[in-house]
């Protein structure tokens, strides 16, 4: 009975111990693969900070400079001021350099930097210490670090597309390698070029052109007759309908009804135009028909002769 009692405490012991070991091996794993794959996402930061030392940098943008803050029991304080380019007094605001993102890898400060064609990247010590600068062509507002492949992603876009710089950081910040790493850049389709793929002739773009003319001149005339021409009949049979009752109820009737052109006689008609004849007969006068030309005598008169004008010289 003892003996029972004894292996099956072993044996439960030993499956207490497989348990811890597999369950350590599997925490191992998560760190190691934590340790060599983390996620840095490729987007601007406007701070960061160190997680050994507690050192803060911050970007101010009102004076264009990366301040590093260090801990001092309960607050931070001011240690270093960088000025990432002169701005007062300058004209040239394309040209300034402006802070874009900052961050700590490695004990070091990796911040950018950008204007409207170039951009830089500046490496510091956590005392502001510079320790490299990498210049490249074209504005960048970010960048990324990958700790498995050791490289720094810095990566911008324009009007024409997306630029892409990488600098190996494989034997640290202290010597990073620009010269020989690789640069992507992708160009955006223009709208011309997307259009030009799915209709090479032209004929699509005209044969929509002509069509939403016609479509919209045919809406414009069904709107006009349909609902400006039965609001105006309507409201011009409202006025006539107002009309004709307002007449009747102050009882303007005629006495008799009209005269219809059948009703009218031959000898009314001959009546009427004997009257008119007669009245254009009476409109004109009796005239002769002597014409009379009198000769007027034109009286010479010099008063534009050019003679008079003319300086008179004494010998």
Do not use: C
């Not at 943008?61 to 931070?76: A, K, P, W």
């Amino acid at each position: 009975m003892k003996s029972k009692i004894i292996s099956l405490v072993t044996l439960v012991f030993a499956l207490n111990l497989a348990f811890v070991s597999y369950a350590q091996e599997e925490v191992a794993a998560i760190n190691a693969t934590t340790e060599t794959s983390s996620y840095d996402p490729l987007v601007p930061q406007q701070f960061a900070v160190d997680s050994k030392t507690q050192t803060m940098v911050v970007i101010n943008n009102n004076e264009n400079t990366i301040e590093i803050l260090e801990r001092n029991g309960n607050q931070y304080e001011r240690a270093e001021t960088i000025l990432v380019d002169k701005y007062e007094g300058r004209h040239d605001l394309h040209a300034i350099y402006r802070p874009q993102s900052v961050a700590v890898y490695e004990n070091h400060i990796v911040y950018l930097a950008s204007h409207r064609d170039s951009s830089y990247v500046k490496v510091l010590t956590l005392d502001g210490t510079e320790k490299e600068t990498f210049k490249f062509r074209g504005a960048a507002q970010a960048f990324s670090y990958d700790v498995a492949t050791k490289l720094l992603y810095i990566a911008g876009s324009n009007a024409a597309g997306y630029n892409v710089f990488v600098v190996d950081a494989t034997n640290g910040f202290d010597n990073m390698k620009v010269e020989g790493s690789p640069a992507y850049q992708y160009v955006k389709p223009k709208k011309a070029e997307e259009l030009q793929k799915h209709d090479p002739t032209g004929g699509g773009l005209a044969l929509i052109a002509v069509l939403v003319v016609f479509i919209v001149l045919i809406l414009i005339t069904v709107v006009l007759n349909l609902v400006f021409g039965k609001l105006m009949v309507g409201f011009q049979n409202k006025k006539a309908a107002k009309a004709a009752a307002a007449k009747q109820a102050e009882g303007e009737k005629s006495a008799s009804p009209a005269k219809k052109a059948s009703d009218i006689s031959g000898e009314e008609f001959a009546a009427i135009a004997a009257a008119i004849h007669l009245y254009n007969d009476e409109m004109h006068d009796e005239e002769s028909a002597i014409l009379t030309i009198n000769k007027v005598a034109k009286v010479y008169s010099p008063w534009s002769s050019k003679m008079h004008n003319m300086n008179p010289y004494r010998r």
